[in-house]
Nanobody, 126 residues
């Protein structure tokens, strides 16, 4: 099994920044795969934010966050990081970390990811 635990959410004013972290652990976690961030705004569908391919370092962003969010991975801590800058009210959502252990077809489709964290709330408001 694989466990994913997110942290770092909170309340921030528009234009502010937050950093989210997702720690991966578990007896079956190989250290490979695609790790992604997704979010679900209130009353809306879950949407992709970005993903990171652990083996190659390749990363892909959804258009809505390009230029503002940065995804990275700390190999030593087995932790996926999401640096969020210039936050907007429309970034308000529950943010989830996810893992697809098979990195042959990494993508931004939530259905491709097998393991999910419990989520961390990000609220952007004055």
């Amino acid at each position: 099994q694989v466990q994913l635990v997110e942290s770092g959410g909170g309340l921030v004013q528009p234009g502010g920044s937050l950093t989210l972290a997702c720690a991966a652990s578990g007896s079956t976690f190989s250290g490979y795969g695609c790790m992604g961030w997704f979010r679900q705004p209130p009353g809306k569908e879950r949407e992709a934010v970005a993903y990171f391919v652990l083996r190659t370092g390749m990363l892909v962003y959804a258009d809505s966050v390009k230029g503002r969010f940065t995804i990275s991975h700390d190999n030593a801590r087995k932790t996926l990081i999401l640096d969020m800058n210039d936050l907007k009210p429309e970034d308000t959502a529950m943010y989830y970390c996810a893992l697809d252990p098979d990195d042959r077809f990494c993508n931004l489709q939530a259905s491709s990811y097998e393991y999910w964290g419990q989520g961390t709330q990000v609220t952007v408001s004055t």
